[in-house]
């Protein structure tokens, strides 16, 4: 395999650094007021649903676990303590349905499983993709696809990356240890094999940085979680999709709210959140963001999840 890997020299690194600050200071803008969530009233079939001996955290209220890392999935607002997001107003719809209050439990991402586990909080939402491994810990309801996405600047010649083909020769930044990072170099793998030109790959500590790469010619495109690129492209207008990639491929891979396994909880969720689909709540949540692209038709409990690795 002839994958060509790029380092960033660090002369080239902090000059790209010194623009990314400007740049960071627009981005993510995301402002307290922004908590000013869609609501909705108190499902009876939900809370009907709900087993009797289901052992909240707090009386009355729903203690969702989220780690506020990555707008506009989650994240700090500029306060830098209110929570804001995707997941955050899905979470306070969840919460009116079940007919509770809503609190959020800040967590760092390796402590999701154990807060979940003992208790501490009674559900995850927070970005957490179904697998098979994780079925055997927890249950889950299926709220949004985990989608990757392709994106270049917006004068750029590129129209399409759909396919393994469609990389060959390209300079593309992605994100070091991850799917999108795999699903690239399998993609390489196959346009080698196949006589064409491998992929240039190229790896930024800071999404800033990457953007500004991106901007200034240094990179053809971005390959990364779609609903972060996707909400910067609305707000800043420099970028734009040229294509989706599942975060499974080649399987399909969807996102969830994750609860303890057999808690009996996973069914009434599930069940709300259909409810919101077919009220329009959760499609109104989805636009406030810029996630339209990513919803689900219905939402499923416990469905095929990725096998392991």
């Known amino acids: 395999m002839t994958l060509k890997r790029t380092l960033i020299p660090v002369a080239g690194a902090l000059a790209l650094g010194v623009a990314a600050m400007a740049f960071a200071a627009s981005s993510f803008n995301l402002t307290p007021d922004q908590q000013g969530r869609i609501r909705t009233s108190a499902d009876p079939s939900v809370v009907k ?3 009797q001996n289901f052992a909240f955290a707090e009386k009355d209220t729903l203690t969702v676990g989220i780690v506020p890392a990555l707008p506009p999935i989650s994240t700090y607002a500029t306060d830098a303590k209110t929570v804001v997001g995707f997941d955050p107003d899905l979470s306070q719809l969840v919460a009116d349905s079940l007919g509770r209050k809503l609190k959020l439990v800040p967590l760092a991402w390796p402590d999701w499983p154990l807060a979940l586990q003992s208790g501490k909080v009674d559900a995850v939402i927070s970005n957490v993709t179904v697998t098979e491994e994780r079925k055997e810990k927890f249950d889950f309801s299926t709220y949004r696809r985990d989608n990757l996405g392709f994106y270049v600047r ?14 060959a020769g390209l ?3 992605t994100d ?9 170099l399998e993609w ?5 094999a196949h006589g064409l030109k491998p992929v240039t790959v190229q790896y930024y500590d800071d999404p800033a940085v990457s953007t500004v790469a991106l901007q200034s010619g240094r990179a053809d495109a971005i390959f990364s979680v779609n609903a972060v690129l996707a909400y910067q492209s609305a707000l800043q207008g420099k970028t734009r999709l040229v294509g989706t990639v599942s975060g499974g491929w080649p399987r399909t891979a969807e996102v969830a709210i994750t609860t303890r396994r057999g808690s009996g909880l996973a069914a009434p969720l599930t069940q709300s959140l259909n409810d919101l689909i077919d009220d329009g709540k959760y499609r109104q949540v989805l636009d406030r963001w810029n996630l339209t692209s990513e919803a689900i038709e219905h939402a ?3 469905p095929p999840g990725l096998p392991r690795s």
């Not at 070091?176 to 690239?184: C, D, P, S, V």
């Open 49 to 51: 649903a709900i087993p």
């Open 154 to 167: 917006s004068d750029s010649p590129i129209k399409s990356i759909r396919d393994p083909k469609d990389v």
């Open 171 to 173: 300079r593309i930044i």
């Open 176 to 184: 070091a240890g991850t799917n999108q990072e795999k699903i690239l």
């Open 188 to 192: 390489d793998k196959e346009n080698v």
């Open 300 to 302: 499923s409990t416990n």
